[in-house]
Structure formats: C-alpha cells, structure tokens
C-alpha cells in the first residue's frame, strides 16, 4: 500500500527519490478489504499515467499498449 502523508510535498518527495515516474507500479491488492483504490491514491499528474500502467507495459515489453498505439520498443 502507498502511505498517504497529510503534507503532499512530502510523498512528492518520496516519489521523486524513488525515481517512482520510472519505477513504481500499480496493483491494488484486490480483492482484499484493505486494497489500494486507484481512484483515492493521491499522485502528482506528471507520474500518473507511468504508475498506472505506462511503467508496466515498458517492463513487459509484450503487452499491446491499450491506447491502441503500436508496441513499445525494448529499450
């Protein structure tokens, strides 16, 4: 789970130590009580996409972009 701190620089801070805009992805831990809702996390706008999937499908190159774009390349 993300820990949600009440000072949002705070978990921007975090994000960006992490390199979370090229690391970090999202699962939700469904269908657990305690899972993460996508629409309740609190990111900043310049990662989210990359969180919510973008990361993935760069990671697991063979997945077709559901943009309906072609393939991402291996880097």
Not at 7 to 36: C, G, Q, R, V
Not at 43 to 53: F, M, Q
Request: glycine share 2%; no cysteine.
């Amino acid at each position: 789970p993300l820990e949600q701190p009440d000072n949002n620089k705070h978990l921007a801070a975090m994000l960006e130590a992490i390199y979370a805009d090229e690391t970090l992805m999202f699962a939700s831990d469904f269908p657990h009580w305690d899972f993460d809702d996508i629409e309740k996390l609190n990111l900043p706008r310049a990662i989210r996409d990359n969180v919510h999937g973008l990361t993935a499908l760069k990671t697991y190159n063979r997945i077709p972009d559901p943009r309906g774009e072609n393939q991402l390349a291996a880097e």
